[in-house]
């Protein structure tokens, strides 16, 4: 495998340019430029030329819609660096602009009196020079008139001076300024001017034709014999393709800048463009926070010197106030804390006493436990006493053994099975299956169902044992009550129906026997 074209110092370096680079994009101010409210097609689209003037350190694609609050907006600022909110709003009577210093301010607002989108600025002139390289670099600020007329007036200046990054006019790059922001401030009207222009430099001490020939587009020479036609007298020329330069802009260059005849140390002319937009502010309020905050400065109210202590004693009040609230959601907040401790505690030792209960003597008498709950637990013992007599004597125990478990006799039932509900009466059950007798009946032996639910059960010394009935003779004649819908059959109805279909036919089938009934 063969060696790559750079060598691993030449990566070193190319990596700590990148981060230098990185580092330094990242220190410069950034910018969001968005509208808000209803604020019209015209204001809007005034918003995205502001855009191109803040450009490349703005969100040129940045939406906001209209759910989003100011909050949200210096939430997400916040991670990405942005250092500047430029905002413009609408009212009935005016438009207004918002310049905002994140995180914590000041706010300036301005009254927008008069404003011109890009679309106008360039359609009135005859040719303008607008192309998307002038947008790779920031603008070169130019603050005029900036001067000592109080501390409003400085306080503008800064926040201006810090929306674009500063520069080293030693080693500032000439070819990276392409476009001039001019701002402009007139004392007597305070207002302040805003002008966009594009920046081209041209040599001079040149001919019209010579001027011609360094331009981009060549002249068409058509009609000329030779060059030097050209060169001496610019026919098929126009003077006002020759635009007159003087000493206000006519310069020396420190280095040589891009295009044709632009060398060191040469005379070239610096020409301005304007591109749009225009702004004319008026400033009208200076806010200490982001959007809120106290009043610094204000062009139409002034207050005296106890309007303002009274403010500042009623904000102060009002701070004292949110302080005690504070601290009493902090006292609130711990009194419950320990609360919830005090009775995990008081918890877990009544789980430790429990267990200790259980794992000790249950003979022992429990003194909580109240005479009904004793009584009761007793009963549920001589019940289960009872049940067990049952079952190992196979007899019913006298009334005198189990006086309390007689009150309340439980159901008969297989053991070790409790019994749900009330004791069914006869002709309620639907779903009782007798069990198979045992090999062929006998010549004049009945068949009965075994008793499922009686209270009486069917004893040796009953009518079946002396004579031999038929099953219905048998069956009007016993006093034992039996359900109707559990007789006796051989036929099975396989399946049951969600409405309790019987799982045992309804109609009997007896074994053919000799009746011995009147």
Known sequence: MGQSGRSRHQKRARAQAQLRNLEAYAAQPHSFVFARGRAGRGVRQLSLDLRRVMEPLTATRLQIRKKNTLKDCVAVAGPLGVTHFLILSKTETNIYFKLMRLPGG????????????????????????????????????????????????????????????????????????????????NPDSQELDFRHYSIRVVPVGASRGMKKLLQEKFPNMSRLQDISELLATGAGLSESEAEPDGEHNITELPQAVAGRGNMRAQQSAVRLTEIGPRLTLQLIKIQEGVGEGNVLFHSFVHKTEEELRAILAAKEEKLQ????????????????????????????????????GADGDSDAEDPGVSPETGGAGQQEEEEDEAEYFRQAVGEEPDEDMFPKAAKRRRPAGPPGKKQQGRERRPGQGTDYRPPKAKGRPQRGQVLYPAQPTSRQPLTA????????FCGPCWWRSSSWLWPATAWPSTALARGSSARGTPLWSSRPSWPSVTCSMP
């Open 106 to 185: 000041p706010t300036l607002t301005f009254r927008i009196n008069k404003y011109t989108l890009v679309r106008d600025v360039v359609s009135s002139l005859r040719r303008h020079r607008m192309h998307e390289q002038q947008f790779a670099h920031p603008p070169l600020l130019v603050l005029n008139s900036f001067g000592p007329h109080g501390m409003h007036v400085k306080l503008m200046a800064t926040m201006f001076q810090n929306l674009f990054p500063s520069i080293n006019v030693h080693k500032v790059n000439l070819n990276t300024i392409k476009r001039c922001l001019l701002i402009n401030y």
């Open 321 to 356: 106030l949110k302080a005690q609230r504070q601290a009493r959601q902090a006292q609130d907040v711990e009194r419950k804390r320990e609360q919830r401790e005090a009775h995990k505690k008081k918890s877990l030792a009544g789980m430790k006493r429990a267990r200790a």
């Open 461 to 468: 010394s009953s009518v079946a044992s002396r004579k031999a």
